[in-house]
T-cell receptor, first 111, second 115 residues
């Protein structure tokens, strides 16, 4: 059973516009979330995180929003750039040092 | 940079043959992980290690074994490869980041094709 879900396998956005990637989770005990970005033929790299004590965390063009009541988080990229084209995974911690990952959303930013 | 190296980067093997993938890290991290990435499934944990000779199963461990005889090396073995094990395999370490964050750092991956 997927504890972390990304229901949109792909997303296309024009350069300069906003990209919004969504993630839903089932366990209300999750208290920390991460987003990873993955380019083809490379390993995923850490992008941004958020603790459940916050509802927003911002890092440059990337902002993650957390809605605990809805068990939903979203990653906003503004403005989107062609170099942002990648697969994005959301993740939440499992027991110990393990993480659950979503199935990923492939973002294409069209020049 | 956590200094994670995976080898080989690409491998084609025949059904029924044993295959070993290697993950090497240079910074003495305690926790190491093997994941596989497949379309529609995202990243799924195969096995993980919490120290030398200390390993445990993840959610998709059937058909895989691991060994960790040294802190720096974590080996993933497919005892008898099957076509369903065609995938991209990632090794990861767990580390703390600045500001109290923590998370994984991944290797570059091994693309394994079983024919």
């Amino acid at each position: 059973d997927q504890q972390v879900k990304q229901n949109s396998p792909s997303l296309s956005v024009q350069e300069g516009r906003i990209s919004i990637l969504n993630c839903d989770y089932t366990n209300s005990m999750f208290d920390y979330f991460l987003w990873y970005k993955k380019y083809p033929a490379e390993g995923p790299t850490f992008l941004i995180s958020i603790s459940s004590i916050k509802d927003k965390n911002e890092d440059g063009r990337f902002t993650v929003f957390l809605n605990k009541s809805a068990k939903h988080l979203s990653l906003h990229i503004v403005p989107s750039q062609p170099g942002d084209s990648a697969v994005y995974f959301c993740a939440a911690p499992h027991t110990g040092n393990q993480f659950y990952f979503g199935t990923g959303t492939s973002l294409t930013v069209i020049p | 940079d956590a200094g994670i190296t995976q080898s080989p980067r690409h491998k084609v093997t025949e059904t029924g043959t044993p295959v070993t993938l290697r993950c090497h890290q240079t910074e003495n991290h305690r926790y190491m992980y093997w994941y596989r990435q497949d379309p529609g499934h995202g990243l799924r944990l195969i096995h993980y290690s919490y120290g030398v000779k200390d390993t445990d199963k993840g959610e998709v461990s059937d058909g895989y074994s691991v060994s960790r005889s040294k802190t720096e090396d974590f080996l993933l073995t497919l005892e008898s490869a099957t076509s369903s094990q065609t995938s991209v395999y990632f090794c990861a370490i767990s580390e703390a980041r600045t500001g109290g964050d923590y998370g994984y750092t991944f290797g570059s991956g091994t693309r394994l094709t079983v024919v």
